[in-house]
C-alpha cells in the first residue's frame, strides 16, 4: 500500500527545495504547476476550452497559449479567474490522479503531490498525509527579494496574496521549518519520513 502525501508551503518558503530532496531519495514527486502547463498544451481538452471561452487573442503564432497575456486577463479579474480555474483545475486533478494510480501499481511505497495550494483549494482528500514547508515572514520577504529581484513593496504584496504560512500550519500533519541550513532542513525531511515508517535510501 503506498502512502500519498501532500507537499505545500509558500512562495519563497523552499518547497522546491524538499521536493528535490524527495527526488533525491528515490521518491516519486507529483508537480501540480508541471501538470498544469501540460494540462493546457494544444490538443488537450483544457486547450479547447479556454481557446473557446477567451477567444484566440490569447494565442501566441504557434497557437499554444500565451500565458502572459491570459495572466494578465485574469489578474485583474475574479470571475474570469474563476472560469479558468474551473477549467484548469479538473484536469490536473484528473492528470495526478491518473499518475498517483499509476505509482500504485508500479508498487511505489511513497508517492508524494507537490500541490502550492493544498489547503486553499482543499485537495486534502487527494493525499493521507500532508507535509508543510515553513519559513518566518521576514526571511521568506528576503529569499523573494533576492531570487526575484523584488522591492520589498513587490515582495510584500506577493506574500500578501497567499494565505500566511503561520495559519497553513495548524493544518499540516508535519511541518519542515526551512529558516536554517539546507543540511538541518534535510535532516527533518528523513525523520519525518522515518517517523510515518518510510524507510529512506540516501
Not at 477567444?55 to 479567474?81: M, T, V, Y
Not at 497553513?168 to 519525518?192: F, M, R, Y
Given at each position: 500500500?503506498?502512502?500519498?502525501?501532500?507537499?505545500?508551503?509558500?512562495?519563497?518558503?523552499?518547497?522546491?527545495?524538499?521536493?528535490?530532496?524527495?527526488?533525491?531519495?528515490?521518491i516519486t514527486v507529483i508537480d501540480a504547476d508541471v501538470e498544469a502547463r501540460l494540462?493546457?498544451?494544444?490538443?488537450?481538452?483544457?486547450?479547447?476550452?479556454?481557446?473557446?471561452?477567451?477567444?484566440?487573442?490569447?494565442?501566441?503564432?504557434?497557437?499554444?497559449?500565451?500565458?502572459?497575456?491570459?495572466?494578465?486577463?485574469?489578474?485583474?479579474?475574479?470571475?474570469?479567474?474563476?472560469?479558468?480555474?474551473?477549467?484548469?483545475?479538473?484536469?490536473?486533478?484528473?492528470?495526478?490522479?491518473?499518475?498517483?494510480?499509476?505509482?500504485?501499481?508500479?508498487?511505489?511505497?511513497?508517492?508524494?503531490?507537490?500541490?502550492?495550494?493544498?489547503?486553499?483549494?482543499?485537495?486534502?482528500?487527494?493525499?493521507?498525509?500532508?507535509?508543510?514547508?515553513?519559513?518566518?515572514?521576514?526571511?521568506?520577504?528576503?529569499?523573494?527579494?533576492?531570487?526575484?529581484?523584488?522591492?520589498?513593496?513587490?515582495a510584500e504584496a506577493r506574500v500578501k496574496s497567499q494565505m500566511p504560512l503561520s495559519?497553513?500550519?495548524?493544518?499540516?500533519?508535519?511541518?519542515?521549518?526551512?529558516?536554517?541550513?539546507?543540511?538541518?532542513?534535510?535532516?527533518?525531511?528523513?525523520?519525518?519520513?522515518?517517523?510515518?515508517?518510510?524507510?529512506?535510501?540516501?
Open positions: 500500500m503506498s502512502l500519498v502525501i501532500g507537499l505545500t508551503g509558500g512562495i519563497a518558503s523552499g518547497k522546491s527545495t524538499v521536493s528535490n530532496m524527495l527526488k533525491e531519495l528515490a494540462a493546457v498544451e494544444k490538443g488537450e481538452p483544457a486547450y479547447e476550452k479556454i481557446v473557446t471561452e477567451f477567444g484566440h487573442d490569447i494565442l501566441l503564432s504557434n497557437e499554444e497559449i500565451d500565458r502572459q497575456k491570459l495572466g494578465s486577463i485574469i489578474f485583474h479579474n475574479a470571475e474570469k479567474r474563476q472560469l479558468l480555474n474551473s477549467i484548469v483545475h479538473p484536469e490536473v486533478r484528473k492528470r495526478m490522479n491518473n499518475q498517483v494510480e499509476a505509482a500504485r501499481v508500479s508498487g511505489e511505497q511513497v508517492i508524494v503531490l507537490d500541490i502550492p495550494l493544498l489547503f486553499e483549494s482543499k485537495l486534502t482528500h487527494m493525499v493521507e498525509k500532508t507535509l508543510l514547508v515553513y519559513v518566518d515572514k521576514d526571511i521568506q520577504l528576503k529569499r523573494l527579494m533576492e531570487r526575484n529581484d523584488l522591492s520589498p513593496e513587490d495559519e497553513k500550519v495548524p493544518l499540516a500533519d508535519a511541518v519542515i521549518n526551512n529558516n536554517g541550513s539546507i543540511a538541518e532542513t534535510k535532516k527533518q525531511v528523513i525523520e519525518i519520513l522515518q517517523g510515518w515508517g518510510i524507510t529512506t535510501q540516501e
